[in-house]
């Protein structure tokens, strides 16, 4: 499914349980933004009112000829972009339901590392927006020459929900993995098709204190979704763990936008890495698998209230911490290691 397992860790415990510091201030210019957006809409409104009088006037007109202090009747195509410039809301480009696919072009690949990569897909328009919701995924299908049917794979992407004129998706190739050979044999203006949002876990402000991320590989993706939501949320004040198990260090992917809510939100953030395949020099975990002391130690306990802990990684990985999902709508009953530490079927989720 993903990365190999990382699975068993004995972890160099020191370096990581530091205790929450302070966190660092944020300068806020809020009332300045408040006071530039309500002039900008009072002077939209005007123009609004103007253009559509003027308009009005022309077409009550049995003159065909146009005075030279009237608004030329537009194109209906850009009277579309017309009404959709008054719009505040930017519009959202997948809406589920019965919608259909929708064909994206690829701008640009940044190479991540030995095996993964970023791929930057525009919307239609520059000003849409994704329509997804946290958590959610997005389906991609692809259908090669030779092929029978179409293959399909769920990706999270990693561009913020709110991102205007493209989504940003970090896949991984895996040897005989259609979908991602595929999108690694991409270039710029090739197209795929895309469908969604497929719903995952509902997240709103404060729908837990404290929540625990343990994830192996590209697994990483739904997680780095609830924290963009969370500490982009100034109302949200949940604490998040973060477990995270690769191969090598090179295979860390995110590790500098987890590192940056660990500086900034210090009190709220901890980030705890674990190895398979650590070169010389590493000093944090190491092992084959991410292991009960580790988790133990610090993820929130279970007698503690309001708490939920969320799992995505390869199938080891989920056989060995919480039992793998029965199929994509049903979680499954808990069982591995979170079973063993204390924690209930409800207290976990299978991403």
Same mark, same amino acid.
């Given at each position: 499914?993903?990365?190999?397992?990382?699975?068993?860790?004995?972890p160099?415990?020191?370096?990581?349980?530091?205790?929450?510091?302070?966190?660092?201030?944020?300068n806020?210019?809020?009332t300045n933004?408040?006071?530039?957006?309500t002039?900008?809409?009072?002077?939209?409104?005007?123009?609004?009112?103007?253009?559509?009088?003027?308009?009005?006037?022309?077409l009550?007109?049995?003159?065909?000829?146009?005075?030279?202090?009237?608004?030329?009747?537009?194109?209906?195509?850009?009277?579309?972009?017309?009404?959709?410039?008054?719009?505040?809301?930017?519009?959202?480009?997948?809406?589920g !339901?019965?919608?259909?696919?929708? #064909?994206?072009? +690829?701008?640009?690949?940044?190479?991540?590392?030995? *095996? $993964?990569?970023r791929? @930057?897909?525009?919307?239609?328009?520059e000003?849409?927006?994704?329509?997804?919701k946290?958590?959610?995924?997005?389906?991609?299908?692809?259908?090669?020459?030779?092929?029978?049917?179409?293959?399909?794979?769920?990706?999270?992407?990693?561009?913020?929900?709110?991102?205007?004129?493209?989504?940003?998706?970090?896949?991984?190739?895996?040897?005989?993995?259609?979908?991602?050979?595929?999108?690694?044999?991409?270039?710029?203006?090739?197209r795929?098709?895309?469908?969604?949002?497929?719903p995952?876990y509902?997240?709103?402000?404060?729908?837990?204190?404290?929540?625990?991320?343990?994830?192996?590989?590209?697994?990483?993706?739904?997680?780095?979704?609830?924290?963009?939501?969370?500490?982009n949320?100034?109302?949200?004040?949940?604490?998040?763990?973060?477990?995270? !198990?690769?191969?090598?260090?090179? #295979?860390?992917? +995110?590790?500098?936008?987890?590192?940056?809510?660990? *500086? $900034?939100?210090?009190? @709220?953030?901890?980030?705890?890495?674990?190895?398979?395949?650590?070169?010389e020099?590493?000093?944090?975990?190491?092992?084959?698998?991410i292991d009960?002391?580790?988790?133990?130690?610090?993820?929130?306990?279970p007698?503690?209230?309001?708490?939920?802990?969320?799992?995505?990684?390869?199938?080891?990985?989920?056989?060995?911490?919480?039992?793998?999902?029965?199929s994509i709508?049903?979680q499954?009953?808990?069982?591995?290691?979170?079973?063993?530490?204390g924690?209930?079927?409800?207290?976990?989720?299978?991403?």
């Open positions: 499914m993903r990365q190999s397992p990382i699975p068993g860790i004995l160099r415990h020191e370096e990581h349980f530091r205790p929450y510091a302070t966190e660092v201030p944020r806020n210019s809020n933004v408040i006071i530039l957006s002039l900008a809409a009072v002077a939209g409104v005007g123009g609004a009112y103007y253009y559509l009088n003027e308009r009005n006037s022309t009550a007109s049995s003159t065909p000829k146009q005075s030279p202090n009237e608004i030329p009747t537009p194109h209906p195509r850009e009277e579309q972009k017309n009404v959709r410039a008054l719009s505040s809301d930017p519009r959202a480009v997948f809406t !339901g019965e919608q259909g696919w929708v #064909d994206l072009k +690829l701008q640009k690949v940044e190479t991540l590392n030995h *095996n $993964t990569k791929f @930057r897909f525009l919307l239609p328009e000003d849409d927006i994704s329509g997804l946290v958590a959610s995924a997005m389906l991609v299908k692809y259908q090669g020459p030779g092929q029978d049917k179409p293959v399909i794979r769920p990706y999270t992407p990693v561009s913020d929900e709110d991102a205007k004129g493209y989504i940003d998706l970090m896949i991984k190739r895996y040897a005989n993995g259609p979908m991602s050979e595929h999108l690694h044999s991409m270039k710029p203006d090739q795929l098709l895309f469908k969604g949002p497929v995952k509902a997240w709103e402000a404060n729908k837990h204190e404290h929540i625990g991320l343990i994830a192996g590989g590209t697994g990483i993706t739904p997680m780095y979704q609830l924290c963009r939501a969370i500490f949320n100034p109302a949200d004040k949940t604490k998040v763990t973060v477990v995270f !198990g690769n191969i090598a260090q090179e #295979d860390i992917l +995110l590790k500098h936008e987890l590192e940056e809510l660990e *500086n $900034t939100y210090p009190q @709220r953030f901890r980030a705890f890495y674990v190895l398979s395949h650590p070169a020099g590493w000093t944090g975990g190491v092992g084959k698998h009960a002391q580790l988790l133990k130690t610090v993820l929130p306990d007698n503690t209230k309001n708490i939920k802990l969320f799992v995505c990684g390869p199938p080891a990985m989920y056989q060995a911490i919480s039992g793998p999902k029965k709508k049903e499954g009953e808990l069982s591995g290691i979170l079973k063993d530490l924690y209930d079927k409800e207290q976990v989720y299978k991403f």
